[in-house]
């Protein structure tokens, strides 16, 4: 079992920045590829960004590529992603998830762990 705690979220104007984190507990972080998705009201849950288990490598969706980065820490059990040049549309509860597997990938059906969520929100 993992239990994944998403922070950082808020409200920012268009054009900001914002940095989330995931802190992993449970069983050995540096054991799965870690990813962020978003889901909007009224829009299906959609993959953002993901990492692999060295961090060597990492994955991205195209309305992401260029202002977001994801980056971890195995050391302290902990993804990170941040958030650059922030639209209106980037607005959703942003979910941070798990998969014991060694690629990142975009698949949200094959991940097996996922926090709560957390909110962000841009103005504009």
């Known amino acids: 079992q993992v239990q994944l705690v998403e922070s950082g979220g808020g409200l920012v104007q268009a054009g900001g920045s914002l940095s989330l984190a995931c802190a992993a507990s449970?069983?050995?972080?540096?054991?799965?590829?870690m990813g962020w998705f978003r889901q909007a009201p009224g829009k299906e849950r959609e993959f953002v960004a993901a990492?692999?288990?060295?961090?060597?490598?990492?994955n991205y969706a195209d309305s992401v590529k260029g202002r977001f980065t994801i980056s971890r820490d195995n050391s302290k059990n902990m993804v990170y992603l941040q958030m650059n040049s922030l639209k209106p549309e980037d607005t959703a509860v942003y979910y941070c998830a798990a998969d014991e597997t060694l690629y990142p990938h975009n698949r949200y059906q094959q991940y097996d762990y996922w926090g709560q969520g957390t909110q962000v929100t841009v103005s504009s």
């Open positions: 449970g069983r050995t972080f540096s054991l799965y590829a």
């Open positions: 990492i692999g288990r060295s961090s060597r490598s990492t």
